[in-house]
């Protein structure tokens, strides 16, 4: 039997893994955009008294505060629910999330678009760093968790775990921004620099993301140390890691064989960290003004513009079904028992 | 590995050139005064473009009116010079007569004309307001735009006259017509006639047309700043806005700065961070923690300027739901409630507490009231009043608390948005100071503005905060109260009260009450009157909807706020003074009037 004749059942096998994925994603996705389209046109509220009252408070005379939120009418929402349910379906389908009514005139990807290359530099950043650290922190706590350093770092996993991420935002920033100076406190680069390839743009660029990723990878290192611990901890003890020492193997590839086994359910979680990134991190990004997807989202939410709730729902909602279906795909690349179930 | 060291090593430099000057582009001897705007947060997808609520335009620095609201206690109409050098009006303002800046250019070297100001006005149309209004009944709207010269136009007032019809003309922002002309349609003059003075079919339809454009005005992206202001949009992303100067700008020897960097924020505790790191040469009031203001004031340079703000912060009852409906039990709450000590809690830097209430800022109230100011009841805390009127609304006292007539307890929800900080902990305060005085009081908060105002429009709140005495147009002022919220509302310009619970009406108070020494008076139809009345009349009607509001109480007056503003004179001298006119416009419009100078080594 030629190796592509043996193949061919696993490369079915594999097709219909993903085309089951992928309907259940699109009906996932389908269910979640009805869901929140439902939701969102529940909140209470009217966003123009709003924003008039707002304007009002900011010391803007009524009759400049009438002018400004008058043109905002026109953007309300129309008809039936059962109406605009099918028109935004319709413009589901054609990748048209409307318009905004916070921004008005302004599509509603064209803000999700500008607010997700903000989201990504530092939830990415701060989601890798976290998880590398996280991951090699846990081993070393697993294998010296008879020690003092075992326990301090099994510690700093738990208390960083336990300290909510608004906290170490807004800690860093006393400490970096007021009392010692050295890193900017808001917005995600200087202005004063001409957008593009040179060195100015993208050292203000890493400049004003080290609190942001810094405050990320603090906040999530906690989790990905002990659950490292915890799996490494489990591993030393199944009897194939006894064996191979018995065995005789070297140190290098018993720790091989351990970090292998004890990283597959992380990867899972990680995959699922990488979707949820697409919702931005609301504290990290109002903490320091950080324009993400977060913050788009919390905006949307205070000024009751369904349009952009909608999208910004619906891309977070891409993102973790996207994420789901990679982490199970993954899952099946690197752990062999899940592929010889898959092949039987 | 080489490859990832090379990009450690290059993003080093970036960051050390980046926390560096070097890159950077340097300003002159003007240097960046650097600020926030408080109208609003910056957003780097709006716009190039003032009709856009959120668009990329600064008020005072690249975005520019006819003329600039002064900060006036009683006169809506006193405005500094900005486009329009000096103005002529009729005593009806019936006709006004604007005469332009001779030398005003744009920044693109092109002069600012009368046509300019015609084509702002179309486009002011579509997007509709008070003197733009397409509806010919609207009170105070323009009946015809005529360009006299390239520098004069005269604009005529409709047959519904109001009293504000300048401030409304001159508060017009002004675009280029080079770059905003092609907006508005050839026929665009026509339709608005037809619109206006036309009946039936044609006539709705030509104002469907117009307001139809709106939607294209407002979303229309020009693809640079054309500026007729100090400044120019240079550059912009979503923590900033740098704007350079105008060299075009007709008054550009006043203008000290260079640049303006405008920072963007998402909450307060970001200008706190700012001001306690110098880095704002201004910034507007936010509520801030004593211990916080105690280290912005240490920061080197920083001052703080404090005027009049005619807005007055209130408690206000929803006179459809019981006990309420009372005004014995609403001046009885007044007679317990220490405004100096909610105010000292709430609003410590930002408020005075209310001498009493007249519906007015007590600043404001003196000018229109003059003696009889002293003479209005000042509500002062006096808890055998407060009994006494209990009493009188026949309220019962069950052991050490207030009971409701018919013997059932009596609770008072005190509404707050979560969201306002000073409005909290004044609810807090009230509420201490009733449970003392043996009135069972709790404090309540929604989740955020939009959702109050929707709850309490709704008539959900038996008591809650309301923004009040939105001068300086004693019509404004006074529609805060006998307005929407309190049932009267225009319809087919005719003045009609709704029911309680209906058309936003949850104020609930009734169409007409007895003033002593008056007689019986329609607070709403009063209110209406204001937007037309002359001076004289004006007065009048102050004083007697001062006195409904002192003995009505329809919401309780806790504190008048003060425009209180962050300055750093490290970099630039030149502030204007406590108590200034121009105290509540930006710095830009600072700068245009000859203040803010570079501090001179």
């Not at chain 1, 193997?249 to 359910?265: C, E």
């Amino acid at each position: 039997m030629t190796k592509a004749v043996r193949d061919r059942p696993r490369g079915t096998a594999l097709a219909r893994r993903v085309a089951g994925h992928v309907v259940r994603g699109l009906v996932m996705i389908w269910v979640v955009a009805t869901i929140s389209f439902v939701i969102i046109r529940e909140i209470p509220g009217d966003p123009v008294q709003g924003m008039y009252e707002s304007l009002l408070q900011k010391g803007m005379s009524p009759d400049q505060a009438e002018r400004a939120t008058a043109v905002l009418y026109g953007f309300l929402p129309t008809g039936s629910l059962w109406d605009q349910y099918v028109g935004y379906m319709w413009s589901l389908l054609h990748f048209d999330l409307g318009r905004s009514l916070s921004t008005p005139g302004v599509a509603v990807t064209s803000l999700i678009g500008s607010a997700a290359r903000w989201t990504v530099l530092p939830v990415l950043a701060g989601t890798l760093l976290s998880f590398l650290l996280g991951v090699i922190m846990g081993v070393y706590a697993a294998i010296k968790r008879s020690g003092k350093l075992g326990d301090l770092l099994a510690l700093s996993g738990s208390l960083l775990h336990g300290i909510p991420v608004y906290v170490i935002g807004l800690l860093l920033t006393a400490i970096f921004t007021t009392l010692w100076p050295i890193l900017p406190s808001g917005g995600p680069v200087d202005v004063a620099f001409v957008p593009g390839l040179n060195a100015g743009y993208i050292g203000s660029l890493i400049h004003h993301a080290v609190l942001p990723v810094v405050t990320y990878t603090l906040a999530s290192y906690g989790g990905w140390i002990l659950a490292m611990k915890s799996n490494v901890v489990a591993v030393l003890g199944d009897d194939f890691i006894l064996a191979a020492e018995l065995r005789g193997l070297k140190r290098g590839i018993v720790f091989r064989y351990l970090a292998r086994n004890a990283i597959l359910p992380l990867f899972t979680i990680l995959a699922l960290s990488i979707g949820m990134l697409f919702g931005g991190s609301i504290f990290i990004e109002e903490i320091f003004n950080y324009p993400g997807l977060g913050l788009l989202l919390v905006n949307s939410i205070s000024t009751r513009d369904y349009a952009l709730m909608g999208g910004t729902f619906l891309v977070i909602t891409v993102g973790i079904v996207v994420a789901n279906i990679v982490a199970d795909l993954l899952y099946t690349a690197i752990d062999p028992r899940v592929r010889s179930g898959e092949a039987a | 590995m080489k490859r990832l060291a090379a990009i450690a090593a290059l993003a080093s430099i970036a960051t050390a050139t980046a926390c560096g000057s070097t890159g950077q582009e340097n300003a002159g001897q003007g240097g960046i005064y650097t600020t926030i705007d408080g109208s609003k947060q910056i957003n780097a997808s709006a716009p190039i473009n003032p009709f856009n609520p959120v668009g990329s335009v600064f008020d005072g620095y690249n975005g520019m009116a006819l003329a600039w609201p002064k900060n006036d206690p009683i006169d809506p109409n006193q405005f500094y010079p900005a486009i329009a050098r000096s103005w002529t009006s009729s005593p009806d303002q019936s006709e006004v007569v604007i005469h332009l800046q001779p030398n005003a250019r744009w920044s693109d070297g092109k002069p600012v004309t009368s046509e300019d100001i015609r084509v702002s006005i179309g486009l002011a149309y579509t997007q509709g307001g008070t003197a733009y209004a397409l509806d010919p009944k609207a009170a105070g709207a323009a009946a015809t735009i005529q360009v006299v010269d390239p520098t004069t136009i005269r604009i005529t007032q409709g047959a519904n006259k109001s009293n504000t019809f300048l401030s409304n003309l001159l508060s017009t922002v002004v675009v280029p017509a080079h770059v905003y002309g092609s907006l508005l349609p050839r026929d665009f003059w026509q339709k608005l006639k037809l619109a206006q003075d036309g009946k039936g079919k044609p006539a709705e339809q030509a104002k469907t047309e117009i307001t139809g454009l709106a939607d294209k005005v407002i979303g229309f992206a020009p693809r640079q700043d054309v500026s007729a202001g100090p400044f120019v949009l240079e550059r912009i992303n979503p923590g900033a806005a740098l704007l350079k100067r105008n060299p075009y700008f007709y008054d550009s020897k006043l203008i000290g700065p260079d640049k303006v960097e405008l920072l963007n924020y998402t909450g307060n505790q970001q200008i706190w961070n700012y001001l306690i790191a110098g880095k704002l040469d201004n910034a507007p009031f936010t509520s801030v923690p004593s211990a916080v203001l105690d280290r912005i004031r240490a920061v080197k340079g920083s001052q703080v300027i404090k005027g009049f703000s005619p807005v007055s912060t209130s408690l206000a009852f929803n006179q459809a739901r019981k006990p309420y409906d009372n005004v014995h039990v609403r001046r009885a709450l007044a007679y317990l409630i220490d405004r100096a000590q909610v105010t000292k809690i709430a609003a410590p830097e930002g408020g005075t507490p209310s001498l009493t209430t007249s519906g007015i800022h007590a600043e404001a109230a003196k000018v229109w009231l003059g003696s009889a100011f002293s003479g209005l009841d000042p509500y002062r805390l006096d808890p055998a009043k407060a009994a006494a009127e209990l009493k009188a609304a026949g309220m019962t006292r069950r052991g050490n608390k207030w009971a409701l007539p018919d013997g059932k307890p009596w609770k008072v929800e005190i509404h707050v948005p979560a969201s306002f900080s000073d409005w909290i902990s004044a609810a807090k305060s009230i509420s201490s100071q009733l449970t003392d005085h043996g009135v069972d009081a709790t404090v309540v908060t929604a989740a955020d503005y939009t959702l109050y105002l929707s709850e309490l429009a709704a008539g959900k709140y038996d008591v809650g905060f309301w923004l009040m005495g939105l001068g300086p147009s004693p019509y404004n002022i006074y529609q805060r109260l006998y307005g929407q919220a309190n049932g009267w509302q225009m319809f087919g310009g005719r003045l009609e009260h709704v029911a309680p619970g209906t058309e936003g009406n949850w104020m609930g108070g009734p169409e007409t009450v007895d003033v002593a020494g008056v007689g019986r008076v329609d607070p709403g139809a009063l209110t209406s009157r204001l937007s037309f009345a002359s001076a004289g009349e004006q007065k009048q009607i102050v004083g007697t909807l001062a006195k409904v509001s002192n003995e009505q109480l329809p919401v309780i007056q806790l504190w008048d706020y003060v425009n209180t503003q962050f300055v750093n004179t490290s970099r630039y001298t030149g502030f204007p003074p406590d108590d200034s006119e121009a105290l509540r416009l930006s710095s830009g419009v600072w700068m245009q009037l000859g203040m803010i100078r570079k501090r001179q080594a």
